[in-house]
C-alpha cells in the first residue's frame, strides 16, 4: 500500500473512531446509552444467538441502571456483530465496517486477525475491542457487560456492510 493510500485510510479511520467513541461518551450522539458494567454486578445474563441476518431475542426490555451480560453466540455461517448503540452511532460505525471488509480483515466467514492489528495511525487499528461491542467468526461467543444508564432510542445491531440494512439488529426499551 503506497503511503498516500495509507495516509487517507489512516484519517478515515480517524475520524470514523473519533466519531463513535464520541457517541457512546458524555456529549456525544449516544450520551447516557450506558457504559460497561462488570459481570460480578449483573443483575441478569441474557443470551443472544447470532443468525445470518437476525438476532434472537428481536429485542430485550432493561430498566434504567440495570446491568445486563450478555452471552453473545454466532449462529451464522458468517461474521457478526452485537454492537449497543444509538442508530446514530451504528451509521458512524458502519463506515468503518466498510473498511474493514475493504481491507481484507472480515472475509465473508472469517477475521483476518493479523489485518486486524495493523497499525492505521495516531494509535488506530482495526482490532475492534470496544466494550459495546463485539465481532464473531460463525461457532464463536464472547460476552458484553453492559450497564444501562439512560433513557433513549438504543438499538443492538450487526454493522458489518449489508446486515444492518437487511433488519439485523434489535430495540432496547426501557421499562
Not at 9 to 28: C, E
Not at 31 to 44: L, M, T, V
Not at 45 to 74: A, Q
Request: glycine share 12%.
Amino acid at each position: 500500500m503506497n503511503a498516500s493510500k495509507l495516509l487517507v485510510l489512516a484519517s478515515a479511520m480517524s475520524m470514523s473512531a473519533t466519531a463513535f467513541a464520541a457517541g457512546a461518551h458524555s456529549g456525544g450522539h449516544g450520551a447516557n446509552i450506558g457504559k460497561p458494567g462488570e459481570a460480578s454486578q449483573a443483575d441478569r445474563t441474557i443470551t443472544v444467538e447470532m443468525h445470518d441476518n437476525y438476532y434472537e431475542p428481536e429485542s430485550i426490555e432493561v430498566k434504567p441502571g440495570e446491568t445486563v451480560r450478555f452471552v453473545i453466540e454466532n449462529k451464522g455461517n458468517l461474521v457478526h456483530e452485537f454492537n449497543i448503540g444509538t442508530p446514530e452511532m451504528h451509521e458512524a460505525h458502519q463506515e468503518e465496517m466498510m473498511m474493514m471488509v475493504e481491507h481484507g480483515v472480515i472475509q465473508g466467514g472469517k477475521l483476518n486477525r493479523q489485518m486486524m492489528e495493523m497499525d492505521m495511525g495516531n494509535g488506530h487499528s482495526m482490532k475492534h475491542d470496544d466494550p459495546n461491542s463485539v465481532l464473531l467468526e460463525p461457532g464463536q461467543s464472547r460476552e458484553v457487560v453492559w450497564k444501562f444508564t439512560g433513557k433513549g432510542n438504543i438499538e443492538f445491531a450487526c454493522n458489518v456492510p449489508g446486515h444492518y440494512q437487511s433488519g439485523m439488529y434489535g430495540d432496547v426499551s426501557f421499562n
